[in-house]
C-alpha cells in the first residue's frame, strides 16, 4: 500500500534540516578563549566592543575570558598564549666606560600585555610564529641594551649597584618591547665577570674591609656585652641591696607595729584590769549595802519580833497578875 505524504510534510522536514545545520555550524564555529590565551578574529563584521584598528584601519578583534561566534567564509580565528617566559640573556665581552671589557648574564621573564592594544600588537607581531621565535626576538632586544648599559658604566658601578644597574636595563629594554606588545614582569643581573681578575681586585678591598668590619664589630659587640654584663651586674647588685633594704624596713616596721599593737593591748589590757576591778569594788560595795539592807530589814524585823515578844510577855505577866489577884481576892472573900 503507497503511503500518501501530505504536501506540507517536505516544506517542515526542510525547515528542520536547514535549522539543524545552523545549529550544527553555530556549535562548531562558537569559539572561546582559555584563561591564559586570547583569541583572535579578523576579517568582516567584527561589531565594536574589543576590536583594535591600525593606522591602515585594519580591525581585528580581541577575545579574553570569554568566547565568540566565528562567522563562516566572512571571519577567521587565531589563538595567542599570554603565559610568561623566562629568559636566559648574556653578553659577549663588552667595554665599559673606562674599557674594561666584562660578561654579564641575566634572567628575565616577559609576557605578552593584558591591554587590547598590547595583545594586538603582540598579534601583528607574532602571529604564526612560534613562542620560540617569540623569545629569540625578545632575547635579542634585552641583549642588545644590556651591552649598551654596561657601555656606558664603569665596573665600579656596576659592582657597587646592580639593583640599579638591572633597573636601568629594564626601563630601556621596556620601550622596545612595549613595540611588540610584551611586557617585563622581572630582570635580575645573575653575575658579572670578566677575564682579567679586574672584579676579584675590587672585591678583594671590600672582603678585607668586610672582615675588618666584622672584627670591628665582634669586639665592639664583645665590649659592649662586658659593658651590659657589668651594667647588669651592678643592676642585679643595686637591685639586691634595694631588695635587702626593703626586707629591712619591712620588718622593723613590722616590729614596729607588733610593738605599737602590743602596747596598745597592754593598755587596753590594764584599762580592762582597772576597769574590772573598778567594777568588781563596786559590785562588791553594791552588795555589802543590800546585805546591810538586809540586815537592817532583819534588825528591824527582830525588833518588832522581840517589842511583839515583850508586849506577849507583859500582857501574859499582866493576866497572870490578875489570875493571882482574882485568887487572892476570891480567898480572902471565902474567909469572910
Known sequence: M?????PIVFPIAIVAFILLMLLIVFVTKYQTAKPDEALIISGSYLGSKNVHADESNNKIKIVRGGGAFVLPVFQRSNR???????LDVSTPEVYTEQGVPVMCDGTSIIKI??????IATAAEQ???????????EAREVLEGHLRSILGSMTVEEIYQNRDKFSQSVQEVASVDLAKMGLII?????????????????LGKPRIAQVKRD??????????????KKAQSEQESQTAESKRMTEIAEALKEKELKLALYKKEQDIAKADADQAYHLQSAIM??????????????????????????????????DSEIKKK???IVMRLSKKH
Open 126 to 136: 607574532f602571529l604564526g610564529k612560534t613562542r620560540e621565535e617569540l623569545e629569540n
Open 80 to 86: 595567542i598564549s599570554l603565559l610568561s617566559s623566562k
Open 185 to 201: 614582569v622581572s630582570f635580575t643581573i645573575k653575575e658579572v665577570r670578566d677575564k682579567n681578575g679586574y672584579l676579584d681586585s
Open 113 to 118: 600585555g593584558s591591554s587590547v592594544e598590547e
Open 214 to 227: 666584622a672584627e670591628i664589630a665582634e669586639a665592639e659587640a664583645l665590649k659592649e656585652t662586658r659593658i
Open 2 to 6: 503507497d503511503i500518501i505524504l501530505s
Open 284 to 317: 562588791k560595795q553594791k552588795v555589802r549595802e543590800q546585805e546591810i539592807e538586809v540586815e537592817v530589814v532583819e534588825r528591824q524585823k527582830q525588833i518588832e519580833l522581840e517589842e511583839k515578844e515583850i508586849l506577849r510577855r507583859e500582857k501574859q505577866f
Open 325 to 327: 489577884l482574882m485568887r
